[in-house]
């Protein structure tokens, strides 16, 4: 997996030997000596990872370490802060600077790789979404991306067969999050399911194999970007490496720090909160994309996708699609005698009116302007023809309130009605045939439904 790394360290023999290392396993290597050109060069190259030496004179790493996380520019960038002290205050210090990780000197080379492997997917899973997010916003079906989301008050799911240990665990969470704890890997699973932040799990766990359960984890398409924190013991580092190589975000080892495990708990429930933030932006633009925002409607571009297809399905032996047109009689004079706000509300009940007179097989969509389309599968001439006449009445028979209630309009349609016919049809075609059904409903007085076949 190749990735770009930026090494930090004001010693120029480390740099070099990190380098070397990291180049061997084919990673691009971007170094820098000191914390402000470090800066500049995470700033203008992005890389994937930053390897950052803590103790550096002028600005060290935990200063470095902030800067580039309160920068929207970089602060996805994930932070491995490089370190010789082994103390519990620079390592909780490093976490609340939003350091992923910490790797201590001398480096383990299998924890060094295991480690840049594992964020490694990480970043790039993020960037993907990242990117697609951009795209929504510069096409300007996404808002603007949302401010810093909080760490705390998050649902955490601990799962441990060793009770004293997950209540002690579950005490210290209490006081920022909501944890739960359960001791059944099978239960775990239904409630991992549900809305939860973060699962830890304790990795030696003595009724069941913990990493077992988290690649069940992984493997399940509704638990697969749920953040895990595995508990495991420092000694085994065959069982760390293992856990970041089947995908566990982080590693908390034992005896358990409180203010660790708070810090890397905020930590992970941040990044999940962007993530779905990014995921929940990227799934509304697909959704504008296909979808009129005036009536709520698909549009027609959706349309045209699903016409292809039932068409296709129809010609080569299955059966008919049939297809509406509508077209609202005289929607300039409502414009130009109430205004386009008015206008707007009729478009808008309108289509609540076409909605809730066909089945929930078909597909009504606004076509352009004040013309609308509903497609409908397995449909013969006849049957649409029958559903086109009630949407016909359903609308002339009721007037339309506009203006807050204050003025009542009477709205009448025109609706042109076709099916496929043959195995040479195609969506342009029946379409077509069913403009044509408008044009002489208009042309026979308006507010009247025609069929053309084939």
Request: proline share 4%.
């Amino acid at each position: 997996m190749v990735a770009r790394i930026l090494v930090v360290d004001d010693i120029e023999a480390n740099v070099r030997l990190l380098e070397a290392k990291l180049s061997a396993e084919y990673y691009e290597v971007l170094t820098a000596n000191d914390g402000p050109t470090a800066l500049a060069l995470a700033a203008a190259e992005s890389p994937d990872i930053i390897l950052l030496d803590v103790m550096m004179p002028g600005m060290d790493g935990f200063e470095v370490c902030q800067r580039l996380k309160e920068d929207p520019i970089t602060r996805h960038i994930p932070v491995v802060l490089v370190t010789a002290l082994d103390g519990r205050h620079e390592r909780i210090r490093g976490l609340e600077c939003g350091a992923d990780e910490f790797l201590n000197k001398p480096i383990d080379d299998v924890m060094l790789f295991s480690r840049v492997r594992s964020l490694t997917r990480l970043k790039m899973v993020i960037d993907e979404l990242r990117q697609r997010e951009a795209s929504g916003r510069r096409m300007g079906v996404i808002a603007g991306a949302a401010a810093r989301l909080a760490g705390t008050g998050g649902r955490i799911l601990i799962v441990d067969d060793n009770e004293r240990q997950a209540q002690r665990v579950a005490a210290e969470l209490a006081i920022e999050h909501r944890p739960i704890t359960e001791t059944d890997p099978e239960k775990a699973l239904l409630t991992a399911r549900g809305p939860v932040d973060l699962l830890i799990i304790n990795a030696n766990a003595k009724g069941f194999d913990g990493l077992r359960f988290a690649a069940q984890l992984r493997s399940d398409e509704a638990t697969r970007h749920l953040p895990i924190l595995a508990i495991v013991d420092p000694d085994e580092r065959g069982r760390m490496v293992k856990a970041l190589e089947i995908g566990l975000n982080d590693i908390l080892p034992r005896p358990i720090d409180p203010q660790e495990l708070a810090a890397r708990a905020r930590t992970q429930i941040k990044r999940k909160r962007y993530t779905d933030f990014l995921r929940n932006n990227l799934d509304h633009s697909l959704e504008l994309a296909v979808t009129d925002q005036l009536t709520g409607l698909h549009n027609r571009r959706y349309m045209a996708g699903q016409l292809g297809a039932l068409v296709t399905r129809s010609t080569k032996g299955g059966e008919p699609t049939a297809a509406l047109l509508i077209d609202i009689d005289h929607f300039k004079k409502i414009n130009d005698s109430f205004g386009h706000d008015a206008g707007d509300e009729v478009l808008r009940e309108f289509a609540l009116r076409v909605a809730s007179n066909v089945r929930a097989v078909d597909l009504p969509c606004r076509y352009g302007g004040e013309e609308f389309v509903v497609i409908m599968p397995d449909t013969t001439i006849e049957a649409a023809q029958m559903i086109a006449e009630r949407i016909r009445l359903h609308v002339s028979g009721t007037p339309f309130r506009v203006a807050g209630g204050k003025e009542l309009l009477t709205v009448t349609i025109s609706i042109g009605v076709a099916a496929t016919s043959g195995e040479n049809d195609t969506p342009a075609a029946l379409l077509k045939r069913a403009d044509e059904g408008v044009y002489e409903a208009k042309a026979a007085g308006r507010n009247k439904v025609c069929a053309r076949a084939a």
